[in-house]
Structures are given as structure tokens and as C-alpha cells.
């Protein structure tokens, strides 16, 4: 069996949790490695410490760990649709 190496970024939330995606480059997925090139992560795949922007950092340590995470904020909407009609509920 082949088993795709996945990334290494290590999210400080909650313990240690490895980023689930692939590996694109220097055994960081693509998303990771960007920040990295952006000096927003370690080569260890750790958090930088020089980054302070919160909101950032949230989204680096959040992403491919807890993906739905990332989304909670400023900018989201409500799920549009639903297919619970209240009045729908026959005799029964
Ligand atoms: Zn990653």
C-alpha cells in the first residue's frame, strides 16, 4: 500500500495535530508552504513566533486541521436553503 505523505505543519491548537494535506513542496502541503515562503511558519512546521497578526495566525493553525474552523468569522453567511418546512409535518 502506497501512503501519501502528508504535511507537516503541526497545529499548537488543542495539542499536536498534523496538517492533512499533501505535500507539494519541502514536505509542506501547498498552502503551508506559501506561508513558510511568506516566513509566516517554521521549518520545523511550527508557527512563527514573529507572526502577529492573531486573525492569520488562527487561519495557518486552523487549516487542514480544522478546516470548518476558518470559516467561523467576519464575511461568513448563513447556509443558504434549509428543506425544513415546519408545516410540512403530516398526520401521523
Ligand atoms: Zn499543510
Redesign the pocket.
Known amino acids: 500500500m502506497r501512503d501519501s505523505p502528508r504535511?507537516r505543519?503541526i497545529s499548537t491548537h488543542g495539542g499536536v495535530i498534523r496538517?492533512r494535506?499533501p505535500v507539494h513542496a519541502q514536505a509542506?502541503?501547498r498552502?503551508?508552504y506559501r506561508a513558510l515562503l511568506q516566513g509566516e511558519i517554521t521549518e520545523e512546521g511550527y508557527l512563527s513566533d514573529s507572526l502577529s497578526d492573531q486573525v492569520r495566525r488562527r487561519e495557518i493553525n486552523y487549516?487542514?486541521v480544522h478546516p470548518e474552523a476558518v470559516l467561523v468569522g467576519p464575511g461568513s453567511e448563513p447556509v443558504p436553503g434549509g428543506g425544513g418546512d415546519p408545516e410540512a409535518d403530516g398526520p401521523g
Open positions: 504535511c505543519y496538517c494535506h509542506f502541503c498552502w503551508h487549516f487542514g
